[in-house]
């Protein structure tokens, strides 16, 4: 974020904030709205986060009043913001009198908590060169756009503020259903970022042209894949049904890959281990193992092979879904790295030799849990193997070396894992001195 304000992630905001959320709900409310009905939606927005989001509303709705442009120019990027959905003019009011109003809602909505509380002066970002970058995307989107709109857009951009403008410019791309390039996109969340947005605000409802789902490495957060599904499945896990769980997992793509491709990942990692001809214990073991018996398949008669079945239908639902033309085919078989991992199991089997995953409830002894790991090195994947170990390793808890870690980090960067993968998993384990 820029200037001495905070990110809005920071601040705590996952979603869409002021006044652009308020077109938003305007736009799902429909052209129907009253006015009425419209000032309940300012309503509900200035009191979501308990009142704390009324900030954010007033503020944007006072940067634009401040700005002091024509009428016209806020006609015409509220209507296209909010899909056309609420004209002030059509219940007699102006733009400016039903921005005053909104400042008016949030004032009385922060005046619940505090009596005493008056809006502050309002901090416009006049950034220059992210001014520049905005007007720069508004140049790239504008054949797809009204130019009267662009022209507007921009004015708000560097005569009222970047942020506000940004977040209107987005507004309307996704009200309008503007298909809006893959590398657009990138160069949106980039943006996005710098002004302190959370990712949703540019990603939701953005009508992005993605490229080919595939399964590289980019764009993912954290783990992926098998060794990311039994996360999913800790003691108490709050999905209706196991295949539910699956489906949640395979919604999360992440904001830079295509919808599909954490299906994709998953159901290469499960094809793999039902093709290696590994047997149906040791697959259960490996699961029990890496839930720490989160979801204990076999309490309820079912094998590993089984359970694994089921995750590959969920998978091609899924791609079925969002990604009917990617081809499902063999993964590819991968041998890189299967001695160095090969050696941080065996270096690990005296701390992990008398160790229990679940040692309360029909334990899995931590030397059977490495055997089977070890099996996955050798016949199915070292990345895949290394992933489960490095599932396996959060359960058990063992103190690790920071030579070990050192080595966990060479491992991690030559299959290509996102920098936060170790920090989510064994960063704690770690004894440093």
């Known amino acids: 974020m820029t200037g001495v304000r905070p990110a809005y992630y920071e601040l705590g905001y996952d979603e869409d ?23 309940g939606c300012a309503e509900g927005i200035a ?24 009428e016209r120019i806020l006609s015409t990027v509220l209507q296209a913001a909010s899909g056309h959905a609420f004209d002030p003019a059509g219940h007699g009011m102006s733009c400016r009198g039903w921005l005053e109003r909104t400042s008016e809602v949030s004032t009385a909505r922060l005046r619940q908590d505090k009596r ?4 502050p002066p309002v901090r416009p970002v006049r950034d220059a060169e992210l001014c520049r970058l905005v007007v720069a995307e508004l140049g790239a989107a504008a054949p797809a756009l009204v130019p009267d709109l662009v022209d507007a857009l921009e004015q708000v951009v560097t005569g009222a503020d970047g942020d506000l403008g940004m977040r209107l410019f987005l507004r309307a791309l996704k009200a309008q259903a503007v298909p809006v390039p893959y590398e657009q996109y990138r160069r949106l969340l980039a943006l ?41 499945f800790p ?18 793509d992440g904001y830079e890959r295509p919808p ?12 793999r281990m039902l093709d290696s001809g590994l047997s149906d214990a040791t697959i259960t073991l490996l699961w029990l193992a890496a839930t720490n018996r989160g979801h204990g398949i076999d309490q309820f008669g079912i094998g590993g092979r089984e359970w694994l079945e089921q ?72 990345d895949l193997g290394f992933r489960l170990l490095l599932r396996v390793l959060g ?7 920071e030579e070990q870690y050192a080595r966990y980090e060479t491992l991690a960067g030559r299959f290509q894992y996102s920098g936060d993968h170790l920090l989510f998993s064994v960063d704690h384990l770690v004894q440093r001195t």
């Open 235 to 252: 003691a108490v896990w709050p999905h209706h049904t196991p295949r539910a769980a699956i489906a949640h997992v395979l919604t999360h």
């Open 395 to 401: 359960i058990l808890q063992p103190p690790l070396t």
């Open 192 to 232: 996005g970022w710098r002004f302190g947005f959370p990712p949703a605000v540019v990603h939701d409802g953005l009508a992005v042209v993605w490229p080919p789902v595939t399964t590289t490495r980019q764009g993912i957060d954290g783990d992926f894949g098998l060794s990311r599904l039994s996360e999913q």
């Open 311 to 382: 995750v590959v239908e969920v998978c091609e639902q899924r791609l079925a879904e969002v990604a009917p033309g990617y081809v499902l085919g063999p993964p590819a078989v991968r041998t890189d790295g299967r001695e160095a991992v090969l050696r941080e199991l065996r270096d690990l089997a005296p701390v992990t030799a008398g160790t229990a995953i679940s040692p309360a409830f029909q334990p899995l002894e931590g030397a059977a849990v490495m055997d089977a790991l070890e099996q996955v090195v050798t016949r199915v994947d070292p």
């Open 116 to 119: 005493s509380y008056a809006p």
């Open 260 to 271: 599909g491709s954490e299906a994709a990942v998953l159901w290469e990692d499960t094809r």
């Open 17 to 39: 904030f002021g006044l652009t959320a308020l077109t938003e709900r305007l736009a799902v409310a429909g052209p129907d709205t009253g006015l009425a009905a419209a000032i």
């Open 47 to 70: 009191d979501r986060s308990e009142g704390e989001e009324a900030v954010e509303l007033g503020e944007d709705a006072r940067r634009l009043l401040a700005a002091d442009l024509p």
